[in-house]
């Protein structure tokens, strides 16, 4: 007995020591060194831990079938190991809610962040300072609004696996992320994965703003512990890396499960089509993932990005339709006419002699979709809006728009009036823009205006900037487009839809309102739902996106304002 103690002591002396290293780049003694195979199998950690990759009993997937809770490594198990690289996600941060100035400054300290270790203790600690430094905590939203997209994109398969037999079998999971502040993640792992809690560092608040200085959240750690103890039953641990056995919330695992260097080099991304919950809405204007070097191009483009949209926005403006496509589209702002079976410009109101114009129906991807109606018809059109911005209508190539009051009798009379002294009408129901592959609720007052309506469906592409945005400045979303290094809007027209019998009681407004939609969404190959503008401004700006009147003037929302092409909800 005494030598088996003696050996199970020296075997912890060696297991302390290459965890020292590895963790605070301690040397240990020549005479302490051991594989990190002879580590782990030897390790005085309370816990069994089993290598994900080898025939160890029991299983991984049995032990989940238990219920039991899933404590799991966010950093090393769930994102993939591309994902190691901290740099894009702070990037984003710094731009999206601080700013290009501080996203410069962040950009010029790479060099320094590379020397200390990409994702050293240091290097993070670094970047959240730059990041976080003098941003607001009420209002930031980047953590729900703009990270959860590029986190997705880095989500491995076989770490959400994880999660989703925890789910099936009624067990809890924890995330603990080691490297990444809360605020960072708890939008991702909540919101799309579901994550009953989330353990982190916490940004520390001083005043109501953020100091840039990283906490460690003890309270959190030791309410799960207890709720782990509450339980009855041990959790399991699923992790990518032997610094997670130096968490306190592993001493509450019985099992942990390590994935292996080898095993996570063959681990895919999640699908998109297998995501739990659909990436529909998303904030923010940069339309890449900020690596330094990316990121570096775009401070280099931008200087001469503004000179080239202030010589697209005047050749917009000055020159006719037929001679300014190809001088935009030699500068990279090119658009291209997918035709349809039945092309709407033979059939057109004004064109069959009669007095009433035409509706035309599209879904809602910039606000440049009725310009780009226009260019495709090579004819004026009047478009409906509500909230738009007098910059936006100023440089807007098609003039001054019909503005909407939200009173659905009475913009259902203002639409009228411009049908009956025909106009060519464009509408875009959907009532606010949406980047993804998505259609969202089409308003049905559209179906109760005409006997037949054209469906539009139009697609854009850019380079580097988004030209919509829900909590910042919305004037300067056509700014935004131009300056992209290339793009392409396509426009395709569909075949005519007969409306009319929804003006004789036969079909409800709203399922012809379904039926448009869907035609749309079948040419895009885009997915119909029955999310709203209010869903969308509620996620990513707090608020229900609406304009209101204060003492006669409008309005806006608290936290970002509105630029749509009429909404009735």
């Not at 001088?327 to 658009?335: N, V, Y």
């Amino acid at each position: 007995k005494p030598a088996h103690l003696s050996t199970m002591a020296k075997k912890q002396k060696l297991f302390s020591a290459l965890l020292s290293f590895i963790l605070h780049g301690t040397r240990p003694p020549i005479s302490s060194r051991v594989t990190a195979t002879a580590m782990t199998e030897s390790s005085p950690h309370p816990s069994s831990l089993h290598h994900l990759g080898r025939s160890s009993h029991p299983p991984m997937a049995e032990k989940i079938a238990a219920g039991r809770t899933l404590v799991l490594d966010v950093d090393a198990a769930l994102l993939l190991p591309s994902s190691s690289s901290l740099f894009p996600y702070f990037m984003l941060v710094a731009l999206e809610a601080g700013g290009y100035l501080r996203g410069l400054v962040l950009l010029l300290l790479y060099p320094i962040i590379l020397s200390m270790g990409r994702a050293s203790d240091v290097a993070v600690r670094v970047m959240a300072m730059v990041a976080f430094c003098g941003l607001r905590a009420s209002r930031f939203r980047a953590g729900r609004a703009v990270l959860p997209k590029w986190f997705m994109e880095d989500v491995a398969a076989e770490g959400f696996e994880a999660m989703r037999m925890s789910n099936a079998t009624g067990g809890r999971r924890v995330c603990v992320t080691r490297w990444l502040p809360r605020v960072m993640v708890e939008g991702l792992l909540r919101d799309y994965l579901g994550a009953e809690a989330v353990v982190g560092k916490e940004m520390k608040v001083l005043w109501g703003f953020y100091t840039g200085l990283m906490e460690e959240e003890d309270e959190v750690v030791l309410e799960e512990e207890k709720k782990i103890m509450a339980e009855g039953d041990d959790a399991l641990g699923f992790c990518g890396s032997l610094e997670f056995l130096l968490h306190p919330l592993s001493r509450s695992c019985k099992d942990i499960y390590l994935a292996t260097r080898d095993d996570r080099a063959t681990w895919q991304a999640l699908p998109r089509s297998k995501y739990p919950k659909a990436v529909v809405f998303h904030d923010g204007r940069l339309a890449f993932r900020p690596t330094a070097g990316s990121t570096l191009a775009m401070f280099m483009w931008l200087p001469f990005g503004v000179a080239l949209a202030s010589a697209r926005l005047t050749v917009a403006l000055t020159v006719p339709y037929r001679y300014s496509t190809p001088i935009l589209a030699a500068t990279g702002m090119s658009w291209r006419l997918k035709a349809g079976e039945r092309p709407p410009l033979q059939t057109a109101g004004v064109e069959r002699g009669c007095r009433r114009g035409q509706l035309f129906v599209c879904n809602h991807r910039t606000l440049l979709d009725p310009v780009y109606v226009s260019v495709a018809l090579d004819r004026p059109v009047r478009a409906v809006s509500y909230s738009l911005s007098r910059l936006s209508e100023l440089i807007s190539p098609i003039g001054r728009t019909v503005r909407l009051t939200r009173d659905r009798d009475a913009d259902g009379r203002a639409m009228g009036r411009l049908l009956e002294s025909g106009d060519l009408v464009v509408v875009c129901p959907e009532g606010t823009t949406c980047r993804e592959p998505y259609l969202l609720r089409f308003s049905p007052l559209f179906a109760e205006l005409s006997d037949d309506v054209v469906p539009v469906g139009v697609a854009v592409e850019t380079a580097m900037f988004y030209p919509t945005t829900a909590g910042g400045l919305k004037c300067l979303d056509p700014f935004f487009y131009m300056v992209n290094p290339r793009m392409c809007y396509t426009v395709q027209f569909l075949e005519r839809v007969r409306t009319a019998v929804v003006r004789e009681g036969k079909v409800p407004s709203a399922d012809m309102a379904n039926l448009v939609q869907k035609k749309i969404g079948d040419a895009l190959g885009y997915s119909c739902t029955m999310l709203t503008r209010k869903d969308k401004y509620l996620m990513l700006a707090g608020n229900d996106g609406v304009v209101r009147k204060v003492d006669g003037k409008c309005s806006s929302a608290p936290a970002g304002r509105t630029d749509n092409y009429s909404s009735w909800m």
